[in-house]
């Protein structure tokens, strides 16, 4: 039996016709600036998300460091919302390679501009870390898909703009927000200093991200992006299939929306979850596990056996994350799957 694989939006295959792009893509060496394809893409990016240059780079998590390295120094305080994958999932790189401290605020993938005060050190203060960058994720992976407004964005910005800290926005899925709010990714990202967007994840591509902002910042970028070991040569083979996802595979992620509505609807009938349907609007379903259910790596083993992927956020967290791959029949079985499994 082949599983039902919903460990992540990661798994996604390149489709037939976007090798066909990769395959037939004109290359060049993009460290001379000679690649057209990645050129064409980098300006494609910059355009839609409403910024004036745009930098290829390999992954999500290199644009994020990037980012970092390029808009705060070595001290600096950088107030993240919480649980956001720049403080869970880059395996410490943050302070490493930036040598910035990060300060967890809000909630439910949410700061305010209220919070974000709140929390902000001032430069110059004899015992503060200055917080030189404010960093949001839209959406919001462990918060379970969350989306943030364009309303809630622009107030955080402009807070941020009057006290001299940067912005930027991990938007890994803010395709995945542009369909669930209905706003062109350019209304989304233009509140933001420096703005990250990924293809490897819901648009199915094998790989790649990019950094967007002023020419200025990005032609700082360029240099750390060579000092992370991220500058490549024909990587216009990859742009070919991130300019396929774009004219091809967003329009079709209010199925993956749609779908994980319907699973998380099946997985809220076991008494034993903590869920509540009505905040999945995107294509992630985080849900907690109630005091007399199994723990998160049972649910994950027992659905396993059952022919169903998911992941074990923590100890009693469990995440399911629907994409091309997976129809609406399987994302249906899976949220069956998932309520048996948590019972008992
Ligand atoms: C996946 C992800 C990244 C990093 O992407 P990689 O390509 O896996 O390095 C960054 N931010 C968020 C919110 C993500 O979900």
Redesign the pocket.
Same mark, same amino acid.
């Given at each position: 039996m082949i599983p039902i694989d919903l460990r992540s939006d #990661?798994v996604t295959q390149p489709s037939p016709a976007m090798r066909q792009a990769m395959a037939s893509a004109l290359v060049g060496d993009d460290q001379f600036g000679e690649d057209p394809t990645v050129n064409a893409l980098q300006e494609r990016v910059a355009s839609l998300l409403g910024k004036e240059a745009a930098l290829w780079v390999p #992954?999500? #998590?290199?644009a %994020?460091q990037i980012a970092l390295r390029t808009l705060t120094r070595p001290g600096d305080e950088v107030i993240v919302t919480r649980e956001s *994958?720049l403080a869970w *999932?880059e395996t410490g790189a943050a302070s490493a390679n930036a040598g910035v401290q990060l300060s967890e605020i809000g909630r439910g993938g949410v700061l305010t501009a209220d919070e974000f005060l709140a929390a902000r050190k001032p430069r110059g203060h004899m015992l503060f870390p200055p917080t030189t960058l404010v960093s949001l994720?839209n959406t919001h %992976?462990r918060a379970g898909g969350v989306v943030l407004s364009r309303a809630l964005s622009e107030a955080l910005c402009e807070t941020a703009r009057s006290h001299e800290v940067a912005t930027f926005l991990?938007g890994?899925?803010l395709w995945n927000a542009t369909i669930a709010l209905g706003e062109p990714p350019s209304a989304l990202s233009s509140p933001f200093d420096v703005v990250t967007v990924?293809f !490897?994840?819901g648009l199915g591509a094998p790989g790649g !991200?990019l950094l967007a902002g002023s020419r200025e910042v990005i032609a700082r970028a360029v240099r750390y992006r060579r000092m992370f070991g991220g500058a490549m040569r024909q990587a216009g083979i990859f742009a070919a299939a991130a300019l396929y996802a774009i004219d091809h595979q967003v329009d079709r992620l209010r199925e993956d929306h749609s779908n994980a509505r319907a699973l998380a609807a099946r997985v809220a009938e076991s008494p034993q979850v903590q869920l509540d349907p009505a905040t999945v609007c995107t294509n992630i379903v985080v849900f907690g596990l109630a005091p007399g259910a199994p723990d998160a790596p049972m649910v994950v083993a027992r659905a396993k056996g059952a022919g169903v992927l998911v992941i074990a956020f923590g100890p009693r967290t469990v995440r399911a994350v629907t994409h091309r791959d997976v129809t609406r029949e399987q994302c249906e079985r899976a949220g069956t799957v998932l309520a048996e499994v948590t019972r008992g």
């Open positions: #990661t #992954t999500g #998590t290199m %994020n *994958h *999932h994720e %992976n991990d890994a899925r990924a !490897s994840k !991200s």
